[in-house]
């Protein structure tokens, strides 16, 4: 298996257009999650995924922010206008439970300037 | 809330010195706990985990700790080498999945 995959590695964009990042996640694996990693605050877990159904999206940080699994190999993370604050890492993992490892993706860099 | 608290933010050793690495949560549930090591510029990789019906587990130079009654858990790195340099984070399973700590970077110099 290749891993979980996530596309673009990196993004640069203007502040107020949509970006779209994409992940496909370790077949088999039936949860995936997207975080979101910066200095300031570390880690964050923004949804997750049971199955394509998302079960958790409180850490979504506002309105323009949005993700979608519309099958078991494909998941995106939206966001909507972007914003200079947005630059970060965003990671994308899978498992095959919350309660196991997590296999993380190589993450998008993306700069909102 | 649900909580992971690690200390310390940054740790310098010398190599061959030992490196321990300290986690605190929140969450009596919590029953598995991994650790991951991140390079720089790659993504965090899994290096070991301990869940809650075990003490202690050992792998090669590395071995992590868990006191359930504490509510603390720890990663411990002896011999250390420079490849050993990363960030390090904790993580306890929660409501919402795993819940990470801050993050350690360690330096470890030749």
């Known amino acids: 298996d290749a891993g979980v995959i996530q596309s673009p590695r990196h993004e640069v964009t203007e502040m107020g257009q949509e970006v779209t990042l994409r992940c496909k996640p370790i077949?088999?694996?039936?949860?995936l999650f997207w975080y979101r990693q910066t200095m300031m605050r570390g880690l964050e877990l923004l949804i997750y995924?049971?199955?394509?159904?998302?079960?958790?999206d409180s850490g979504m940080p506002e309105d323009r922010f949005s993700a979608k699994m519309p099958n078991a190999s494909f998941s995106t993370l939206k966001i909507q206008p972007s914003e200079p604050r947005d630059s970060a890492v965003y990671f994308c993992?899978?498992?095959?439970?919350?309660?196991?490892?997590?296999?993380f993706g190589s993450g998008t860099r993306l700069t909102v300037v | 809330g649900e909580n992971v608290e690690q200390h310390p933010s940054t740790l310098s050793v010398q190599e061959g010195d030992s490196a321990v690495i300290k986690c605190t949560y929140s969450?009596?549930?919590?029953?598995?706990f991994p650790w991951y090591k991140q390079e720089l510029g790659k993504r965090p990789q899994l290096i070991i985990d301990?869940?809650?019906?075990?003490g202690e587990k050992k792998d090669q130079r590395i071995a992590v700790t868990l006191n359930k009654t504490a509510k603390h858990f720890s990663l411990h790195i002896t011999e250390t080498q420079p490849e050993d340099s990363a960030v390090y984070f904790c993580?306890?399973?929660?409501?919402?999945?795993?819940?990470f700590g801050g993050g350690t970077r360690l330096m470890v110099k030749p």
């Open positions: 995924f049971n199955n394509n159904v998302p079960i958790d």
């Open positions: 301990i869940r809650s019906n075990v």
């Open positions: 993580a306890a399973s929660m409501q919402s999945g795993l819940t």
């Open positions: 969450d009596s549930a919590s029953n598995y």
């Open positions: 993992a899978s498992s095959f439970s919350p309660f196991y490892g997590y296999t």
């Open positions: 077949s088999g694996h039936d949860y």
